[in-house]
């Protein structure tokens, strides 16, 4: 039998790391973060990032919080807000077990995925 998932498989701290693409008009600008997370296994989170941009000459740290909710076939929604306002919107899912998460973010103008494991 199938294990049923709900926000407590998302528990923990993990580590991850994506890359992807902005586009504006034509032109796409390539991008890389990683970061760590804390899933509460109640429905929110927080974290800490890095990430650097084609064409800038520094990385840029940062902090999140967000709220996701885990359906039962262990698909889930995430929406993450960084220091400054900004707002991610993410689907995932995540192994049975919760100890892997792969997702992919599904805000307009962007292109990127990545996979999340916890520690």
């Known amino acids: 039998m199938r294990k049923s ?8 701290t993990y580590i991850y790391a994506y890359s ?3 586009v504006t ?4 600008t390539r991008f890389a973060v990683a970061g ?5 296994g109640k429905g929110t989170s927080h974290g800490i990032w ?4 084609e064409g800038q000459a520094a990385a840029h ?9 885990v359906n039962a076939d262990c ?3 995430e929406t993450d807000t960084d220091q400054n306002g900004n707002i991610f919107h993410y689907d995932d ?27």
């Open 20 to 22: 992807g693409y902005t």
């Open 93 to 119: 899912f995540t192994s049975p077990d919760g100890r892997e998460i792969s997702f992919v973010q599904t805000d307009p103008d962007v292109v990127s995925s990545g996979t999340e494991t916890r520690r």
């Open 36 to 40: 760590l997370v804390v899933f509460n």
């Open 75 to 77: 698909s889930a929604t």
């Open 61 to 69: 740290k940062g902090t999140f919080h967000g709220t996701y909710k």
């Open 50 to 53: 890095t990430t650097i941009t």
């Open 25 to 28: 008009g034509s032109t796409f």
């Open 5 to 12: 998932c709900n926000d407590e498989t998302m528990r923990g």
